[in-house]
């Protein structure tokens, strides 16, 4: 008998690794996806700290950085989704954070 897509269990993000230049992201089922940080252009503009400072969402369906309001999930990693944010939406966020540093 066939097996549905609808009946395979996708698998969870156990682990989360954030470099320079990749994001790592372990899943239940063995595999790790790399991608470059690029892709995720606030996770690029975050420091090391904010990018280490992250938690699973949905019992490990995505994984959330709440100090930069980043939320990736599983689905889209594994589908190769890149950032879908405008620049507009990208250039007010910068903006923000510029004021948040200059104590505004």
Known sequence: MPILASEIEAPRIIDVRVTED???????????????????????????????????IGGGVGVHWESIDE?????????GRRSGESQASFRKWLEGRGARRQGG
């Open 22 to 56: 990749t994001l790592s992201v372990d899943l239940s089922d063995g595999r790790t996806i790399c991608v470059p940080l690029g892709w995720y252009p606030r996770l690029e503009r975050a420091t090391p700290e904010e990018r280490a400072n992250w938690r699973l």
């Open 71 to 79: 939320d990736l999930s599983v689905e889209g990693l594994l589908a």
